[in-house]
């Protein structure tokens, strides 16, 4: 059984930085992508970033946010510096996908979401 943890959110202010962390087990990690996505309320779920063989990142976040990941520790992080208002939402991992990174439906695991608020 594959088992998806999300951690690491919180409140921070505008230009503030927050690392994002989920950890995996139940399936081989370092075989498969990772990603991350996040969904503010009344808006539908935004792909960030997901990592393969390289990183690939959403327009609105490239620059200012880093993936990476640990297979040692089976865990995937995600660096987020100069955060904005705009980044508030449900931030959710994801794993193993077969298909276009950025399209939700193309992931087959979730975790439950980690909130993350940026203050103005």
């Known amino acids: 059984q594959v088992h998806v943890v999300e951690s690491g959110g919180g409140l921070v202010q505008a230009g503030g930085s927050l690392r994002l962390s989920c950890a995996v087990s139940?399936?081989?990690?370092?075989?498969?992508?990772m990603g991350w996505f996040r969904q503010a309320p009344g808006k539908e779920r935004e792909f960030v970033a997901a990592?393969?063989?390289?990183?690939y990142y959403g327009s609105s976040v490239k620059g200012r946010f880093t993936i990476s990941k640990a297979n040692a520790e089976n865990t995937m992080y995600l660096h987020m510096n100069n955060l904005k208002p705009d980044d508030t939402a449900v931030y959710y991992c994801?794993?193993?996908?077969?298909?276009?990174?950025?399209?939700?439906?193309?992931?087959?695991?979730w975790g439950q979401g980690t909130q993350v608020t940026v203050s103005s």
């Open positions: 994801a794993a193993e996908s077969t298909a276009v990174l950025n399209t939700p439906s193309s992931w087959k695991y």
């Open positions: 990592i393969s063989r390289q990183p």
């Open positions: 139940g399936l081989t990690f370092s075989s498969y992508p």
